[in-house]
Structures are given as C-alpha cells and as structure tokens.
C-alpha cells in the first residue's frame, strides 16, 4: 500500500492551495483519512481527519479556512486550504487507516510529505 501526496507549492499569505493523497494497493477498505502537519522544530500535529461516513475532524486553528474531503472511489482524500497564514507553513502528511482484508484488522499507512510554503 502507498500512499501519494501532491498540491503542495509556494504561496503568498491569504492565498488556497489544495493537497491530494492517493492510496493504491492491495486495499479492502479505508477507515479514517487525514492529514497532518510538522513545522520545523515543532511535532506532528493533527490538522484535519475525515471518517468512511464523512463525519470530518480540525484542528482550532484550522477551522473556517481548510476543509477536508474524501473520494472513496478514487481512495483519495483532500485538503482545500484558504486564507493560508505564515503559521500554515509545514511538511503536510496525509495518514489513512487501510484494511487489507476482511479479517478486519486496520495499520496506519502515511504519505511522503508535501511542503506547503507561505511566504510574501
């Protein structure tokens, strides 16, 4: 299973980008998609997770500015963000729960990481 992030790139505060993450493989079923964060010398943070029903999950200082999406046919989640801040700058990372058979069982699958830059 991997997991194939893109969308990331450079732009000025106020501005949208939008990151994408691809699962492929041999996969049964995702739970949870969602994506995190780590700006240089902080720890990974939550930014947002959306569930297999659709029930969506962000972080404070994300909410009314990103939202998350999923296309479970494509198993492919999104992040729009808008009225991006200095502050949004990081390495995103996209994280999905995969099942790979029907024994049930789930393993936490990231993606590479996408830099998002904000910057005048």
């Known amino acids: 299973v991997q997991l194939q992030a893109s969308g990331g790139g450079l732009v000025q505060p106020g501005g949208s980008l939008r990151l994408s993450c691809a699962a492929s493989?041999?996969?049964?079923?995702?739970?949870?998609m969602g994506w995190y964060r780590q700006a240089p010398g902080k720890q990974r943070e939550l930014v947002a997770v959306?569930?297999?029903?659709?029930?969506?999950n962000y972080a404070d200082s994300v909410k009314g500015r990103f939202t998350i999406s999923r296309d479970s046919a494509k198993n492919t989640v999104y992040l729009q963000m808008n009225s991006l801040k200095p502050e949004d700058m990081a390495v995103y990372y996209c994280n999905a729960e995969i099942v790979r058979s029907s024994s049930g069982f789930s393993t936490d699958y990231w993606g590479q990481g996408t830099q998002v830059t904000v910057s005048s």
């Open positions: 959306i569930t297999r029903g659709g029930s969506t």
């Open positions: 493989g041999s996969i049964f079923r995702i739970n949870s």
